[in-house]
């Protein structure tokens, strides 16, 4: 059963573009993540928000911002996009501390 | 800083052996230490956790048991099927940062019929 929703599934830009994708969870929690997962398949947290306040920054270029309008929702926008930023996105869900952490299916991006 | 070491990069095996997949923390505090699955096309999925010291987790036949004198958390299964192809990740969540998970570099297990 998904729970955790990203859109697009792919996408395929050209250096220097902005790019925008969309999170959204319907399991009602209240902390949500964005991890990306490289070529060797390494993953590393990027962005964490409990109730719309961010509330981790692992030194992830400036580029790179979450956007949250509540908190079931949580985009993330790179402003001008390099290759070295092609890889799949994943936004992930938990209801809090010492709970474990429900994943969407992920956005592939492709950097020309 | 907080770190995971997963020492195999690939695992094959053939229906019904014995599973081990090794997992190494390092952490400052007392973390809590995960196990998620991934299988192709799709996001990771939470197989089970332990949050103190001796806790045994498990989910669809894997267990592991947490190891604070060793630093460990093995994953182990007494018997593979085809259908346990996939990625597998040994995580440890930050207590102090809202249960951020820390990775290791995941370990591909192929199983042949």
């Known amino acids: 059963e998904t729970a955790v929703f990203q859109t697009p599934n792919y996408h395929v830009t050209q250096v220097g573009n902005e790019v925008s994708f969309n999170c959204k969870q319907t399991l009602g929690h209240d902390t949500m993540y964005w991890y990306k997962q490289d070529s060797k398949k390494l993953l590393k947290i990027m962005f964490s928000?409990?109730?719309?306040?961010?509330?981790v920054n692992e030194t992830v270029p400036r580029r790179f911002s979450p956007q949250s309008s509540d908190k079931a929702h949580l985009n993330l926008r790179i402003k001008s996009v390099e290759p070295e930023d092609s890889a799949v996105y994943l936004c992930?869900?938990?209801?809090?501390?010492?709970?474990?952490?429900?994943f969407g299916p992920g956005t592939r991006l492709t950097v020309l | 800083g907080d770190s995971v070491t997963q020492t195999e990069g690939q695992v094959a095996l053939s229906e019904e052996d014995f599973l081990t997949i090794h997992c190494n923390y390092s952490a400052s505090g007392y973390p809590a230490l995960f196990w998620y699955v991934q299988y192709p096309g799709e996001g990771p999925q939470f197989l089970f956790r332990?949050?103190?010291?001796?806790e045994k987790g498990s989910s669809r036949g894997f267990e592991a048991t947490y190891d604070k004198g060793t630093t460990s958390f093995h994953l182990r299964k007494a018997s593979v099927q085809e259908s346990d192809s996939a990625v597998y990740y040994c995580?440890?969540?930050?207590?102090?940062?809202?249960?951020?998970?820390?990775f290791g570099s995941g370990t591909k297990l192929t199983v042949e019929p």
């Open positions: 992930a869900s938990s209801p809090g501390r010492n709970y474990e952490q429900y």
């Open positions: 332990a949050s103190r010291d001796k």
């Open positions: 995580a440890l969540g930050d207590m102090s940062n809202y249960n951020v998970l820390y």
């Open positions: 928000y409990n109730n719309k306040q961010l509330i």
